[in-house]
T-cell receptor, first 114, second 114 residues
Framework: GAGVSQSPRYKVAKRGQDVALRCDPI?????LFWYQQALGQGPEFLTY????????KSGLPSDRFFAERPEGSVSTLKIQRTQQEDSAVYLC????????????FGSGTRLTVV | QQQVKQSPQSLIVQKGGISIINCAYE??????FPWYQQFPGKGPALLIA?????SEKKEGRFTISFNKSAKQFSLHIMDSQPGDSATYFC?????????????FGTGTQLKVEL
């Protein structure tokens, strides 16, 4: 596709529910990143994939957060037993080549935990 | 630990005026300093970026000034237009692990008035 596509755009979850957020990067992009953006704040790094390999997950806030990219293209961020503090916009970004500093971000998924 | 500090939090500028946003970083391993523009409901979009071996970079109405010894950099928007009204984030990247993950500032909400 022309850009990074994320779905759903909005998700309301009841506390304790599991959610899955999807990212379709630009075709052929090697690197894929997930960021969390709380209201009124800058995005914060969660995790990074190079093709299917998850090379850095140091930003994942707890073991309730899990990300995968099994075939090196589409990625899913899963949050188990959601808590109110998980409410945020989850952004996905991709870049074409290894080492590139130029990202393209998706529009994000706004997660609200009630 | 906030590695990139950004100010001001919000800024109101008259049409045709100059908008100035400032950032400071701590980690000397950073080697790339991009600015991102974000409109409501959208992901951040790369605006302009600079490497630390250059003191200034200009692209159209946007200029980055970089002071390596002070570990500070700023964005100047000349002839500000209402369409520039958005949230601006400074960021820093470096090969500190995570494949060029971005460390963002907290954002500046710019409003350009007629």
């Amino acid at each position: 596709g022309a850009g990074v596509s994320q779905s759903p755009r909005y998700k309301v979850a009841k506390r304790g529910q599991d959610v899955a957020l999807r990212c379709d990067p630009i075709s052929g992009h090697v690197s894929l990143f997930w960021y969390q953006q709380a209201l009124g704040q800058g995005p914060e790094f969660l995790t990074y994939f190079q093709n299917e390999a998850q090379l850095d997950k140091s930003g994942l806030p707890s073991d309730r957060f899990f990300a995968e990219r099994p075939e090196g293209s589409v990625s899913t961020l899963k949050i188990q037993r959601t808590q109110q503090e998980d409410s945020a916009v989850y952004l996905c970004a991709s870049s074409l080549v290894l080492g590139s500093k130029a990202y393209t971000f998706g529009s994000g998924t706004r997660l609200t935990v009630v | 630990q906030q590695q990139v500090k950004q100010s001001p939090q919000s800024l109101i500028v008259q049409k045709g005026g100059i908008s100035i946003i400032n950032c400071a970083y701590e980690n000397t391993a950073f080697d790339y300093f991009p600015w991102y523009q974000q409109f409501p409901g959208k992901g951040p979009a790369l605006l302009i970026a600079i490497r630390p071996d250059v003191s200034e970079k200009k692209e159209g109405r946007f200029t980055i000034s970089f002071n390596k010894s002070a570990k500070q950099f700023s964005l100047h928007i000349m002839d500000s237009q209402p369409g520039d009204s958005a949230t601006y984030f400074c960021a820093a990247q470096g090969l500190t692990g995570g494949g060029n993950k971005l460390t963002f500032g907290t954002g500046t909400q710019l409003k350009v008035e007629l």
